[in-house]
């Protein structure tokens, strides 16, 4: 037992006193020696250094005073590392003090031999840890089953050749729930280095022993019991429901780690809850109260709780909708806190409660902190759109508060005013009055062009508008890009609308934009302008003074599958920071994506198959696609050269391509169209600005005739217009080809393509049988990829598949799956599973299937956001050989969902107008050009794309 | 898992630090200090923050911060409830938690460390088990052991480790065997300027205080047991017959203890014992303001409030106060610009006012916000949700305890807009 110690602080460690404790340690008398090593032990901790006492501290080790062991074993954790030669000294004891009789020195052995992080000790911890984790008292094994996560630490080899996983696995079975909820402890902690590994072998039985574990092991192991459960995918609702009902008491422990665990598996196993289902009401219920509880506890806790119960009433509003009161702020709760609880008090606003919340939002504005405050005001303007009846209450009281004249307020107050006018517009455009009253205190960029944008846009109700933003144009070099660009488009706006006091004014700012500004975008946008005015007054009316679509309700919304994923993670790091963890956890690059199980998920679970080993067991993509670097490369630097100089040769012609040439109307120079996502967490990265950045890039692939062409499934068979004349009018499916050969699937050869059909992207497959034995049981799983494509349902083979049997499956395909970027783009890894093997390969699916059907872009629309890219980011190509007039081949690309917006003829030059829309929101648009007679195709594509145009 | 432990004071020294793996290296801690400058307040230091290669969560406890690194993806509330115990382990152990006193007895807070995390995972965190193990210092033991230069080393094992009751240790003796609940209920509340309750909520705790031999089986119910929908349980609680009976069976741990916390929530009618009348003005012109309160009591269930302190933050500009109250004393922190007055009893016949002036910083504009109130206040004999205790009943050993059951109202966040 450690005893209570005289002040060692005072003491300060200079050479004569390590000589001094160099001489107690070596005494007789056992207390003066303990008294010695208490010293030490006090010096270590304040990080002075004492290291040169090693010897003599060892030495120490052999005695029969617990105590004095223990400070002993303490001292040797923290500089073994640095004298590794003389740790060895101690071994031996280690050894013989994991055979002592009494369980407590067993473990206390075995648990500071896994803290020495020295390779040689950890060869010598191999066998006792062997014998503790076999160890009579539950004591030594629960120590033992974390030594093994400690030792896997350090060398991750020597713990799976000595078999010790297996061991740790058999000790989930254990009888003692403490040694249970540390084997699951050690295994989680393994498992997430360690992805590969199928570690957790969850089974029902597993399960049941997991849950049985979880009444009586204390509250931290009932947290890795609860974590552990949480990845567990039920079969069907029934055992679904059964692990809810013996979770759902967790929900009122007392530790709110505990009980955030326990909202995890429950929020996730609902899902597979029948919603008519009378339990789930009650689980719904059942879930309100220990959220609330989580709210009275201490501010870091409420903090974390905060951030997750953001995540669940975004999930399920309907649990928390009551409770709006519990989340009003406390005017000393820390910031952090206020913050997150004004997030969910604008979430959980509705119509009902919206008198409450805007009496409290308009108390927060009147607030000390200003970020608090800020906030307060944005919230109110938030309320307004989001709740339609509260939008002139909402109005009012931000007039209110801009009287008060408190600068910020004010600023933030016309910002959110702003977009109030664009959700609502024609209706509380009286205020504008009071709004110019404002204008000289603006001093924020954002307030600035908020104001300017509604002066422009309402130019004609303001009588002074072309002074107001005349003194906006005094300082126009020192103004923000933000406040320039919005400048400019205002004072056009106001010309267009009262030409003839204005022209002077427009004129000064178009050359203000485009001569004296260094800023590519104003100057692009001042040229456009001017252009427009220019030749086409009338076409300039249209296209600046446009209506605008109205601005969605909530713009902050987690996106779904994120949320999804995120559900997953509930009361872990991802869920405080909203990524999910592959984001920024170290070292998870093998981190599993985990999604909640839908009530009609797979039969049975597969598991998913892991990055690595998918792509190690595919067929190599075809080396003459240029890797996906590079082109992004080029892309960011504008420097287009021309593909055809860019790309790599073309392959040798063979005899079987010649002729596939001329099924095809030959000769046809492919190109390969790549789409780069950039992925959520890079967003506002290079590729700038607030819109889904992508890029395109552009380079010769094979000939669209060899065997892998489709296989890289560019857009190259789609503009195989050559072509067409005998082929019939729909889609371009290219041909099936061979996914896995039956050498590596172990006699199943898979062949396949993919094919949009009636709007839904299908997966058609062949599964031959090359086996002598009958295969059944599939199922198929993809992993994450660039479009979130993932089946629709599972793989319909009902029948075993006999030897020499062939049978033709088609997938449907959605993509709300998990995005990924991968390389090529279109690159998608696939899982097979069968009663005989899971099997992995990749293959590829032509970009066009994912061109919707609603492609077709508003001719306005395309006009204005056709004019917004700049010409500069054009790339360019050309398809030879097109045997097609302009319009065969428009009515041909509309097969393929690629829409004809509208069409010119310059010079006896067809231009056609296109755009074609992605399932994930992003828009494509293209310009061919047809010269008659002439067999190439010119192909523009503008490099900027937008997801939704911003103003 | 939990990685290293950093004890980090107020103004930014770290004074220990302990490493449950590899050692990491100081500087991590500069992230930290980089968020605590940005935050001005302590208080407000984000408790989660990220940096390149780790996770650093911390708690603030007593002007000492508690700063866990972590590097693999864990959660954040296991680690914040852990530093949590691990301050209430020091106030356990050496009655507060505080740098002095943490350097003073730094061998046993290593210890203490050393046993309560193994490798990042908890091991033992129960204040009984671990003074089974490290015993706490006391000023008698220390001279005993000076004086004779003993000291009893228990190699047992503390059998609460392995038992199904981790939390309570085996062969307890008292020769006066006595249990004790205390009912006590705070009450968070937002009152308007008008005197309307905005929010109110009760958060309840049952603390006990039990002392008897052997192994005790106690079943503890209640008269509305209706009352209570939100409640969380110390691990000895069976669940499952709260669940059937509504009562309260458990074998206790020896000591003090939280048996449950509960909390009435704001949608069950609270009863708010005091009213506030108040008026605070400042003058748009002249450097002064006014201040008039008045308090008086509104649902106090016949019982006599006490211990009535109202505390105001004032806006920085007010310099002095001038002000009599009719009751208490009243004093202002010139510094931290903070109102107290103390006013002690509520007599109903005699209602409590304090008045005056304010003096302001002249030339200075006219505070944008008026200052919250906030009330403190107690009630004796009075659980204010009307929670009652009817019995306790002991099974499993023959003598006969001392029970007793003590109930308190006390405000918690109890505050009055202005």
């Known amino acids: ?587 998870s690059r093998g981190v599993q994506h985990k999604r909640l199980p839908g009530s009609t998920g797979l039969g049975e679970s597969l598991e998913s198959p892991d990055t690595g080993s998918a792509a190690g067991g595919s067929d190599a993509p075809p080396a003459v696609i240029p890797s996906q670097g590079d082109l992004l490369g080029d892309l960011l630097n504008l420097d287009l050269t021309p593909p055809a100089t860019t790309g790599p040769p073309p392959p040798p012609t063979s005899g079987m391509q010649l002729g596939a040439m001329d099924l095809l109307g030959g000769g046809l120079d492919s190109l390969v169209f790549f789409l780069f996502l950039s992925p959520r967490v890079q967003l506002g990265g290079d590729l700038g600005g607030s819109s889904m950045g992508a890029g395109f890039g552009a380079a010769p692939a094979a000939s669209p005739a060899s065997f892998s062409a489709p296989v890289s499934g560019g857009l190259d068979d789609l503009f195989d217009l050559g072509g067409g004349v005998g082929m019939p009018m729909g889609a371009y499916n290219p041909p099936k080809t061979v996914w896995l050969p039956a050498m590596k699937g172990k006699g199943l050869e898979i062949s396949g393509t993919f094919a949009r059909r009636a709007g839904i992207i299908q997966m058609e497959m062949t599964l031959i049988n090359k086996a002598m034995s009958v295969m059944t049981d599939f199922a198929i799983q993809f992993n994450r990829n660039s479009f979130g494509i993932a089946p629709a349902g599972p793989l319909q083979v009902l029948t075993p598949l006999s030897p020499n049997q062939t049978i033709e499956v088609a997938l449907p395909l959605n993509t709300v799956g998990p995005v990924m970027k991968m390389d090529p783009l279109n690159n998608l890894q696939v899982a097979v599973k069968n009663n005989i093997d899971v099997f992995y390969f990749s293959c590829q699916y032509p970009i066009s299937v994912l061109f919707v059907e609603d492609g077709k872009m508003e001719r306005q629309v395309f006009l204005a956001t056709w004019k917004d890219i700049p010409n500069d980011n054009e790339s360019q190509f050309q398809i030879k050989d097109c045997h097609l007039n302009s319009d065969a081949a428009s009515s041909k690309l509309q097969g393929s969902n690629i829409f004809t917006i509208a069409k010119r003829t310059v010079d006896g030059q067809d231009m056609l107008y296109q755009s074609m829309k992605l399932t994930n929101s992003i828009w494509v648009l293209a310009e061919l050009r047809v010269q008659a007679g002439n067999p190439t195709y010119t192909v523009s594509i503008p490099l900027r794309l937008k997801e939704k145009k911003a103003h | 898992m939990i990685h290293s432990l950093f004890l980090i004071n107020h103004t930014g020294d770290i004074f220990l630090e302990k490493h449950w793996k590899s050692v990491i290296s100081r500087s991590v801690c500069d992230y930290f200090f980089e968020a605590k400058e940005k935050a001005e307040d302590p208080e407000n230091v984000p408790p989660v923050l990220y940096t390149p290669h780790h996770y650093l969560v911390s708690i603030y406890r007593g002007k000492l911060f508690f700063l866990s690194v972590i590097q693999t993806e864990v959660s954040p509330l296991f680690v914040i409830e852990f530093l949590h115990r691990v301050a209430d382990i020091f106030q356990d152990y050496f009655g507060e938690c505080s740098e002095a006193v943490i350097k003073d007895n730094v061998v046993i807070v290593y210890a203490l460390l050393e046993e309560m995390l193994d490798n990042g995972f908890p091991l033992a965190t129960e204040s009984n088990v671990l003074k089974e193990m490290i015993r706490p210092p006391t000023i008698l033991r220390s001279v005993v052991n000076t004086l004779t230069g003993g000291s009893n080393v228990g190699d047992t094992l503390p059998a609460g480790q392995l038992s199904n009751i981790p939390w309570r240790r085996a062969g307890v003796k008292y020769t006066n065997n006595e249990a004790y609940f205390d009912v006590i209920e705070e009450i968070d509340a937002i009152v308007d300027k008008s005197g309307t309750t905005v929010f109110a909520e009760i958060q309840g705790v049952i603390e006990a205080c039990v002392r008897l031999t052997g192994m005790p089986d106690l079943t503890l119910s209640f008269m509305n047991p209706r009352l209570l929908d939100d409640v969380s349980f110390h691990p000895c609680v069976r669940f499952k017959r709260w669940e059937s009976e509504r009562v309260l069976s458990f074998i206790p741990p020896d000591g003090n203890f939280r048996l449950m916390s509960y909390h009435v929530s704001s949608q069950n009618l609270v009863a708010i014992p005091v009213y506030v009348k108040q008026n605070i003005s400042f003058l748009e012109t002249g450097a002064c303001g006014r201040l008039d309160i008045t308090i008086g009591p509104k649902q106090t269930m016949g019982k006599m409030v006490e211990g009535l302190k109202v505390t105001i933050h004032m806006p920085k500009m007010v310099l002095s106060v001038n002000l009599t109250a009719t009751q208490g004393t009243h004093t202002y922190d010139l510094t931290a610009k903070v109102l107290v007055w103390d006013v002690g009893k509520l007599n109903p016949q005699k209602l409590p006012n304090l008045r005056g002036s304010l003096s302001m910083q002249s030339g200075a504009p006219k505070p944008e916000d008026n200052p919250s109130i906030n009330m403190d206040l107690k009630i004796q004999q009075l659980a204010i949700s009307g929670l009652k205790v009817s019995r306790l009943d002991m099974h499993g050993e023959k003598y006969k305890p001392f029970k007793g059951v003590k109930y308190l109202t006390k405000a918690g966040k109890f505050q009055v807009r202005t």
């Open chain 1, 1 to 587: 037992m450690l005893e209570p110690d005289p002040n060692y602080f005072s003491s300060f460690v200079c050479s004569g006193e390590i000589f001094e404790l160099k001489a107690e340690l070596n005494s007789d008398k056992k207390e003066k020696k303990k008294e010695a090593v208490k010293k030490v032990i006090a010096s270590m901790t304040v990080g002075k250094d004492v290291s040169a006492l090693f010897p003599d501290v060892v030495n120490c080790m052999q005695t029969d005073n617990l105590e004095l062991k223990k400070l002993v074993y303490l001292y040797l954790m923290n500089y073994a590392k640095s004298q590794p030669d003389m740790a060895i000294m101690a071994v031996n004891t280690f050894v013989k003090d994991c055979e002592d009789p009494n369980p407590l020195i067993r473990a206390l052995a075995v648990r500071t031999m896994g803290c020495i992080r020295v390779d040689k000790i950890t060869e010598y911890l191999c066998e006792p840890l062997r014998k503790c984790l076999k160890d009579e008292d539950p004591y030594v094994r629960k120590t033992a089953a974390v030594c093994v996560a400690k030792l896997h630490d350090i060398n991750a080899q020597l713990v799976e050749d000595q078999g010790f996983l297996d061991t740790l696995k058999d000790l989930i079975s254990d009888s003692n729930p403490m040694v249970v909820a540390n084997a699951v402890a050690a295994l989680s902690e393994i498992a997430e280095s360690h992805p590969n590994s199928n570690l957790m072998d969850l089974n029902p039985q597993t399960i049941n022993k997991l849950l049985t574990a979880l009444n009586e092991c204390t509250e931290w192991g009932q947290i890795f019991i609860l974590d552990c459960l949480a990845n567990y995918t039920p079969r069907d609702d029934r055992e679904s429901q059964s692990i809810c009902e013996r979770v759902t008491p967790r929900l009122s422990h007392a530790n709110s780690a505990v009980v955030l665990s326990a909202v995890k598996v429950l929020m996730k196993f609902m899902e597979m809850l029948p919603k008519d289902l009378d339990y789930y009401g009650t689980l719904l219920k059942k879930l309100a109260p220990p959220l609330v509880t989580l709210l009275s506890a201490e501010p870091e806790l409420q903090y974390v709780a905060l951030r997750n119960i953001n995540l669940i009433v975004q999930r399920r509003p309907e649990i928390l909708k009551h409770e709006m009161k519990v989340f009003f702020v406390k005017y000393n709760d820390p910031i952090y806190v206020k913050l997150e609880k004004l997030d969910i008090m604008i979430r959980l606003a509705s119509q009902a409660n919206i008198a409450q919340v805007l009496a409290e939002l308009k108390e927060y504005a009147t607030e000390v902190d200003v970020d608090f405050v800020r906030k307060a005001v944005r919230a109110i303007g938030r309320c307004a759109i989001k709740v339609e009846q509260s939008a002139e209450r909402c109005v009012s009281t931000l007039l209110d508060l801009i009287q008060t004249k408190v600068n910020y307020v004010v600023q933030e107050a016309i910002v959110v005013i702003k977009d109030i006018f664009r959700k609502y517009p024609n209706k509380y455009e009286s205020v504008i009055a009071t709004l110019c009253e404002n204008l000289d205190s603006l001093d924020e960029p954002e307030a600035r062009a908020a104001m300017i944008w509604i002066v422009g846009e309402y130019a004609e109700r303001i009588d002074n508008a072309d002074e107001l933003l005349e003194s906006f144009l005094e300082g126009f070099h020192d103004e923000s890009t933000q406040v320039q660009l919005q400048l400019l488009t205002a004072i056009v706006k106001l010309f267009l609308k009262k030409p003839t006091e204005t022209q002077e004014l427009v004129q000064q700012v178009l050359s203000l934009a485009t001569q004296d500004s260094d800023n590519p975008d104003l100057r692009d946008r001042g040229y456009i302008y001017w252009r427009l005015l220019s030749t086409d007054p009338v076409a300039a009316k249209e296209v600046v003074l446009a209506e605008k679509p109205l601005i969605s309700e909530e713009t902050d919304l987690i996106e779904p599958t994120l949320l999804e994923e995120l559900i997953c993670h509930i009361g872990t790091l991802a869920s405080v920071y909203h990524k999910p963890p592959s984001a920024f956890v170290e070292g």
